[in-house]
């Protein structure tokens, strides 16, 4: 090989690294500007999905700063942490959200934010991500029907509650025409969410905000 092209070679080769490198350093440099935006988005979003539980008229504290991670397997459906949201008034306690998983629908996991008011009373269910089949299934949604917030105000009196079952289980839910697995799956979630809000009742209003340190 003769020296003009190793040196034609080497030029190149010297330019290409210097290309990866300076695109290397653009997407870091890119990644770090935006990452505050994106959480900035995040956030407003699930206060936005916090407050259509507990309006934020009755709450003053920082939701995010109240955050901390709860488990339990098998009352919150998964093995994983959840994240948990104090709601404050003047430093007392109003309610919390919590998600929770429904693991048994029809397609997979059902992803939830439950509120649930001081006295353990749901202020609120809504679905966070859910694979359930178009026009059977997703009537979870509130954008597709009203069904999730027949949950609104309910309480657990104990964990054997038949009421907390849909009606061909002899509860008190609708279930959906040709979909009964779905609102079968939720409601035992909601169900096992307020069990365990019972439980770890005084415990909960008493943890640190830690979502930064998720273990």
Not at 109 to 138: M, Q
Not at 164 to 187: E, H, L, N, S, Y
Request: one cysteine or more; aromatic letters at 8%; a negative charge.
């Amino acid at each position: 090989m003769s020296q003009s092209m190793t040196r034609f070679m080497s030029k190149n080769g010297l330019i290409l690294a210097t290309f990866a490198i300076i695109s290397t350093a653009v997407v870091a440099i890119t990644s770090t500007l935006t990452k505050p935006i994106i959480d900035k988005q995040i956030e407003a979003q699930l206060i936005a999905n916090i407050s259509e539980l507990i309006p934020a008229d009755q709450y003053n504290n920082d939701l995010f700063a109240s955050c901390f991670y709860s488990q339990s397997a098998n009352l919150l459906g998964t093995t994983e942490p959840v994240q948990t949201w104090l709601a404050l008034q003047d430093e007392q306690p109003v309610g919390l959200a919590i998600e929770a998983v429904a693991p048994n629908g029809y397609n997979g996991n059902i992803r939830l934010l439950i509120g649930i008011w001081y006295d353990g009373s749901v202020a609120g269910v809504r679905v966070l991500e859910h694979k359930e089949t178009p026009g059977l299934g997703d009537k979870i949604e509130l954008t597709k029907s009203d069904w999730i917030t027949k949950f609104n105000g309910l309480l657990v009196e104990s964990e054997d509650d038949p009421r907390w079952a849909v009606k061909k289980d002899g509860g008190q839910f609708d279930a959906f025409t040709g979909a009964t697995i779905t609102p079968r799956a939720i409601v035992g979630a909601v169900k096992n969410a307020l069990i365990f809000y019972q439980q770890n009742h005084d415990n909960l209003y008493q943890q640190a905000g830690n979502c930064g340190a998720k273990s």
